[in-house]
T-cell receptor
Framework: AQSVTQLDSHVSVSEGTPVLLRCNYSSSYSPSLFWYVQHPNKGLQLLLKYTSAATLVKGINGFEAEFKKSETSFHLTKPSAHMSDAAEYFCVVSSDSNYQLIWGAGTKLIIKP | GAVVSQHPSRVICKSGTSVKIECRSLDFQATTMFWYRQFPKQSLMLMATSNEGSKATYEQGVEKDKFLINHASLTLSTLTVTSAHPEDSSFYIC??????????????FGPGTRLTVT
């Protein structure tokens, strides 16, 4: 069975400093992994996805994530946080069928001015 | 990318009434749609998988008689919350997917419907 764990429920960083949102997954096969962002009162938006191509995946708004099979991790990073990055971030892994998604609990990113 | 719409975006209803939420795929045919609910400050919880022309598949613990799903066409799935109660107040999100290449799929989400039951 697949599962995903987001290690931090809240992450607080100052504007202009790096962002690290941690995600570990469990899967019995090579999964597809995604990061979604949800701004307050807005719909979900796909940030980036990993589907067994390059292990370092670049997404929108300067975010990127690295798939590390040995560590079963898919952490999300950004070199310099912006106030507009404040949102809820979800790490997601695909199920066996590859179209059903297993969701992490979410990490709330707080940006301090 | 694909566009999924939901209507209404917000609805307030009285306890005991029923509410219908529509989910439409605007520029492609969706044989399968997913319905999620999201409580405040929590992650998404899959409620059911809706398949065009057949019965929906409900996740464990979701009452199929309370959350009626109809997927009568390739572009429309509806979720009806029957005899709504305050504990049904939540954010309901639909999604669908299509194949992006090989064995990989990408999901697209509707903007969500915020239901408040008074």
């Amino acid at each position: 069975a697949q599962s995903v764990t987001q290690l931090d429920s809240h992450v607080s960083v100052s504007e202009g400093t790096p962002v690290l949102l941690r995600c570990n997954y469990s899967s019995s096969y090579s999964p597809s992994l995604f990061w979604y962002v949800q701004h307050p009162n807005k719909g979900l938006q796909l940030l980036l996805k990993y589907t067994s191509a390059a292990t370092l995946v670049k997404g929108i708004n300067g975010f990127e994530a690295e798939f590390k099979k040995s560590e079963t991790s898919f952490h999300l990073t950004k070199p310099s946080a912006h106030m507009s990055d404040a949102a809820e971030y979800f790490c997601v892994v695909s199920s066996d069928s590859n179209y059903q998604l297993i969701w992490g609990a979410g990490t709330k990113l707080i940006i301090k001015p | 990318g694909a566009v999924v719409s939901q209507h209404p975006s917000r609805v307030i209803c009285k306890s005991g009434t029923s509410v219908k939420i529509e989910c439409r795929s605007l520029d492609f045919q969706a044989t399968t749609m997913f319905w999620y609910r999201q409580f405040p400050k929590q992650s998404l919880m899959l409620m059911a998988t809706s398949n065009e022309g057949s019965k929906a598949t409900y996740e464990q613990g979701v009452e199929k008689d309370k959350f009626l799903i109809n997927h009568a066409s390739l572009t429309l799935s509806t979720l009806t919350v029957t005899s709504a109660h305050p504990e049904d107040s939540s954010f309901y999100i639909c999604s669908t997917f299509f194949r992006t290449g090989g064995d990989y799929y990408e999901q697209y989400f509707g903007p969500g419907t915020r239901l408040t039951v008074t």
